[in-house]
């Protein structure tokens, strides 16, 4: 494949990560029954984990999605947020359910919690696929999550490095020379 080169290791396979979405599935089926639920995509990374969550969700749902950005080129992010694309959808009274595809130093994610939390929605959650605590400079509360992961530079199932890698189907760790060997212009 063209990222054999570049991929050190395979971190979570795809099916780990299918498994991983049908549980996750399962448990906010469960949790949001007779409730009003919308999704919120974190764009991009959180694109293709947005779309097999919902088809594990047995309920009536709707997606919306927020672009924010925090890292511009860079391997490690700014501390700060700015968003590009807000909500076309009005949350006042309902059941937000932030999709993110992982949570790193917290910044970001307390940043949208919070710009969300002024609109009155019913409540607000968080449902990650991976988090690195190891990184974290902000607390905060992941009600759905599906793998802790170490401190290493991933990609894959959405994740990327300079907008590519986002469509390997796993989560792998970048080769170190990868992205050392492009410095920031």
């Avoid at 290791?9 to 906010?28: S, Y």
């Avoid at 076309?88 to 969300?116: C, F, K, M, P, Q």
């Avoid at 009600?143 to 290493?152: A, C, R, S």
């Avoid at 894959?156 to 796993?170: A, I, M, T």
Wanted: proline share 4%; net charge negative.
């Amino acid at each position: 494949m063209w990222y054999d080169a570049t991929i050190e290791k395979v971190l979570i396979d795809d099916a780990a990560v299918q498994a991983k979405i049908r549980e996750l599935g399962t448990q906010i089926t469960a949790d949001y029954a007779g409730k009003d639920l919308l999704l919120v995509g974190v764009l991009r990374g959180a694109l293709l984990f947005i779309v097999d969550l919902a088809r594990q969700i047995d309920l009536p749902l709707e997606m919306d999605f927020m672009a924010i950005s925090s890292y511009g080129a860079a391997t490690e992010t700014s501390g700060v947020v700015r968003i590009l694309k807000d909500l076309d959808t009005a949350i006042e009274g309902r059941h937000v359910l932030i999709v993110e595809d992982i949570i790193d130093s917290g910044l970001t994610l307390n940043y949208i919690v919070e710009h969300l939390r002024n609109r009155n929605p019913a409540s607000i959650k968080i449902c990650a696929l991976l988090n690195k605590p190891s990184r974290r400079r902000v607390d905060v509360k992941i009600d759905y999550h599906g793998f802790d992961i170490p401190d290493e530079f991933v990609v894959g199932y959405g994740l990327d490095f300079r907008q590519r890698y986002r469509n390997v189907p796993f989560v792998g760790v970048l080769k170190p020379e990868t992205y050392t060997a492009h410095p920031e212009e």
